[in-house]
């Protein structure tokens, strides 16, 4: 905090009155938000190298030795680990595209085309957080509960395909139940039900998904949990397209209730134990859920109308609603996947479009390490940062020994990477998704 005290000069501090000398009596306060621009330095690192005069003058051989030195994050490149984690999270986490950060970068005087900060995140990806990333889904396999997702994205340059077709950013993460979330994004050229399979080919438990039938033809190891959140859109969605005086009677609002009343359920049990919150599902929720399918069983509705699909696809989907009863772990929706892909959808619209599939694949990464940080309470930048000064000195005396050592959770973190606890903030975990 700057601190500025305003006071009368020594000779004005008379008593206008009588004339004598006047004291401070109390202080009036102002409280002003200032801005400092950021600034970029030149840090030059000199390494002195030694040797032995005596050796010089009396011997064949003279002894050299160096004075360590870090090594760089990126060999033969001017970027400190602080300017690619700074360019990362201006576009992972902002949403700022490289052409906007170029600019910026011009206004201060600094000329970095967006190709070479392109170029710096993909080697700085390629070398450093590809381990992380593969080490961090080895540790989200191990989970017993797992969330999927996916979305578009558009690739230029995708071998084989047209600039205007559809790519997919897939998304896998961990649940609530995990004491250290993992998020990891995994790009693919298409929708196809083979890339969960691969990506999870060291799984085994449950899935939570929205009613994409690829989730459908996985292995069965894999068991499927179907999202109520869906439910209650499709049934919400034909509750809208009502004229408005008949919307509170209709029987879209019906099946909306019946979903808000699981939902309901589901806040009052979060704090419950597993086990105690299962037993609470069977005796409460499985109830509603079995007059609900026994209510929409006797609806005489038309198919192809908004209330029709959204009765169709409650039916179609009953096997995989019903089954978040099963384990007290389980969520009644995957609105948990859905708020971690987002940030994703955010960004694409800055952005549009990746060039290559490398740099897909590049995003994809750092949109895993950036959502992880947040998620487990770490500052992106300074995580990054920390990533990159630590990893290409992995092993060496004062640096930390494994990249299994960068992942959430780990004792080897620095605090200074932490956020705040009272600047966190926690999502709504049962919150509803319109």
């Not at 008379?14 to 000398?21: F, K, L, M, V």
């Not at 083979?194 to 999870?200: G, R």
């Not at 696809?313 to 978040?324: T, V």
Request: hydrophobic content about 35%.
């Amino acid at each position: 905090m700057e601190v500025i005290e305003h006071k009368l000069p020594e000779k004005e501090c008379i008593c206008p009155e009588c004339g004598s000398e006047l004291h401070t009596m109390g202080k009036e306060t102002r409280d002003e938000l200032k801005i400092i621009p950021a600034k970029a330095v030149i840090v030059r690192h000199i390494r002195h190298v030694y040797s032995c005069r005596n050796c010089e003058k009396t011997s064949d051989h003279t002894s050299i030795v160096k004075a360590d030195i870090p090594e760089p994050v990126i060999k033969g490149s001017f970027a400190s680990p602080e300017t690619i984690a700074h360019i990362a999270t201006q576009k992972f986490m902002m949403g700022s595209p490289l052409y906007r950060q170029e600019q910026e970068w011009k206004q201060n005087g600094i000329e970095i085309s967006r190709q070479t900060m392109s170029n710096w995140l993909i080697k700085a990806c390629e070398n450093w957080l590809e381990p992380i990333y593969e080490e961090m889904k080895k540790r989200l396999c191990e989970h017993e509960v797992l969330h999927a997702d996916e979305t578009v994205v558009q690739v230029l340059k995708e071998p084989g395909k047209a600039a205007q077709s559809k790519s997919y950013m897939w998304l896998y993460r961990t649940s609530g139940e995990a004491k250290h979330q993992i998020i990891l994004y995994d790009y693919q050229p298409d929708r196809k039900h083979i890339h969960p399979e691969e990506f999870l080919k060291e799984f085994s438990g449950y899935l939570h998904a929205d009613g994409y039938n690829g989730y459908y033809k996985l292995p069965e190891k894999i068991t499927v949990i179907g999202c109520w959140a869906h439910v209650r859109r499709k049934f919400f969605e034909a509750m809208e397209a009502l004229p408005k005086e008949k919307q509170a009677t209709s029987n879209a609002a019906k099946g909306v209730t019946y979903c808000d009343k699981l939902f309901h359920l589901e806040k009052q049990f979060a704090l419950l134990c597993p086990e105690t919150r299962l037993k609470e599902r069977e005796k409460q929720s499985k109830p509603i859920i079995d007059e609900f399918y026994d209510w929409i069983r006797k609806l005489n509705v038309l198919p192809k109308t908004h209330l029709g699909k959204a009765v169709q696809y409650a039916q179609s989907q009953r096997k995989y609603l019903e089954r978040y009863i099963l384990d007290g772990r389980l969520e009644i929706s995957n609105n948990r996947a859905e708020r971690s892909i987002k940030p994703f959808v955010i960004g694409r619209k800055n952005w549009l479009f990746s060039n290559t599939p490398g740099g897909a694949r590049t995003s994809a990464v750092y949109y895993s390490l950036v959502e992880t940080a947040k998620e487990n309470g770490l500052n992106p930048f300074e995580y990054l940062s920390w990533i990159f000064s630590q990893a290409p000195n992995l092993g060496k005396p004062g640096y930390v020994s494994t990249f299994a050592d960068f992942l959430p959770g780990s004792m080897k973190i620095p605090a200074k990477v932490f956020i705040p606890q009272s600047k966190r903030t926690e999502p709504e975990k049962y919150g509803f998704v319109n």
